[in-house]
């Protein structure tokens, strides 16, 4: 099962705005998404580590 998470449009919503109910909705929402998890996990080390620090991400 392939995952968007690429090109989730909610995501780019956070991208543009992250302190907009959606934005801070999407985030929120990335702690508890299995689709994220596997997107993420399958990440290289580097990717990982930029996504972390861009959405302050800490989890996987």
Do not use: Q
């Not at 990982?48 to 989890?59: P, Q, T, V, W």
Request: aromatic share 20%.
């Amino acid at each position: 099962m392939a995952n968007n998470c690429e090109n989730c449009k909610f995501r780019a919503h956070y991208d543009a705005k992250p302190n907009s109910l959606l934005g801070r909705f999407w985030r929120w929402h990335i702690n508890y998404c299995p689709g994220w998890k596997s997107y993420f996990t399958t990440l290289p080390d580097n990717k990982k580590a930029e996504l972390r620090s861009k959405y302050n991400f800490r989890k996987y």
